[in-house]
């Protein structure tokens, strides 16, 4: 892994914008090494020991003992990758506690998959151009459209390209500060197979952590799916 990871730390990810043809696509191309390193994050079963139902079920009460000492094992080698990984479980944890049962019976296996090609990345978008530390100051909004169902529209910095998305974002009618966030579920791809957010406008030029791909992105009218109460999303 030692070896993968200077690899994937000299070769940075790259955003390619539009193919050939002039068609906007928002690719962002990892190095080899950088796919090797998360395959071996999923053969070291830190997701499927506590998200699979079995291996849930036999060792409850260890399982996140067991995850988290693989995790440690796996950063002493690749500190970059183990931050979506932290992440990806993060987002685990709220699809299992807080999602709708048909949201959760289709992601969780994603996570807790042992197949390198079916695995599902999950990220947090919160942060904004002038909103680090002060998240209520958020100012990416909210509004109603089906349902649980919202459309989302402003900037995000610092997002890592994953598949499972928990966007934090301001509906109309509630109060500023972090009392005035909710949460939304937002997947990468939209049940027909089109790209639920398209404007990846460029990859951060980073002094660490260069491997991983962390984004500015423009949201525009991307679906998400509200999580929880409204404004009760910070909590
Ligand atoms: C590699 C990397 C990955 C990241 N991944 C994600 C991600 O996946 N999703 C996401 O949403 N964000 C992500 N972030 C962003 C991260 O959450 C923010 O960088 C963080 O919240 C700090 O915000 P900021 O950089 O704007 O710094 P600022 O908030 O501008 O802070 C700058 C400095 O001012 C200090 N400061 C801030 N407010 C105060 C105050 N009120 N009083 C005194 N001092 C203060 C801070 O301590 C700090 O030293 C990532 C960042 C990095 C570097």
Redesign the pocket.
Known sequence: MDLLSMQADKNAPKLIKRNFLGEEINLIEFHPAYEKLLNHAVDSKMFAIKWEDDLRARFAGEIHKLGFASGFLYAQAEMVIY??LC?TDGAARLIDGYCEEEDRGRLIPRIATLNPDELFTG?????EK??????GANLVTASHEKDKNYRLNGE?????NANIIFV?ARTAEVPQGTKGLSLFLVEKSLPDGSSNYKNIVRL?D?L??RS?A?AEIILTDTIGKRVGEKGEGFK
Not at 130 to 135: C, N
Not at 156 to 160: G, T
Request: charged share 20%.
């Open positions: 931050c979506p992440m990220a947090m978008f919160l942060t002038s909103v680090g530390s002060d998240v995000k910095r610092f997002c890592s934090l951060k980073k660490g952590v991983m962390s």
